[in-house]
């Protein structure tokens, strides 16, 4: 089993940066992507960012050029670098890692229980 702490979470103005971390303890052997997912109130779950055998990363388009996610091995570690926070960026911020890259489900199979990040205007 593998198991995600988040941690960073917060209030933040509008225009604002956080950072998010999450650490893996566990059977992490088994993690070659990781990545974060949000969920806003009264919607659903996305992926925000993910990266993939510590190389290649993919960004949902509403984030690219504000957010960059980064992994450290030897901390186990994965970080979520949040710059020009918008309001719409209120949510419910996940870790998740998995094994394999499913680019058809982007589904992981380990999740972390969450930190919320709220912007407000």
């Known amino acids: 089993q593998v198991q995600l702490v988040e941690s960073g979470g917060g209030l933040v103005q509008a225009g604002g940066s956080l950072r998010l971390s999450c650490v893996a303890s566990?059977?992490?052997?088994?993690?070659?992507?990781m990545g974060w997912y949000r969920q806003a109130p009264g919607s659903q779950r996305e992926l925000v960012a993910v990266?993939?055998?510590?190389?290649?990363?993919k960004y949902a388009d509403s984030v690219k050029g504000r957010f960059t996610i980064s992994r450290d091995n030897a901390k186990n570690s994965m970080y979520l670098q949040m710059n020009r926070l918008k309001p719409d960026d209120t949510a419910v911020y996940y870790c998740?890692?998995?094994?394999?890259?499913?680019?058809?489900?982007?589904?992981?199979?380990?999740w972390g229980e969450g930190t919320l990040v709220t912007v407000s205007s």
């Open positions: 990266t993939i055998n510590g190389g290649s990363t």
């Open positions: 566990g059977s992490i052997f088994k993690i070659n992507v």
């Open positions: 998740a890692a998995a094994k394999f890259w499913d680019v058809v489900t982007e589904n992981m199979d380990y």
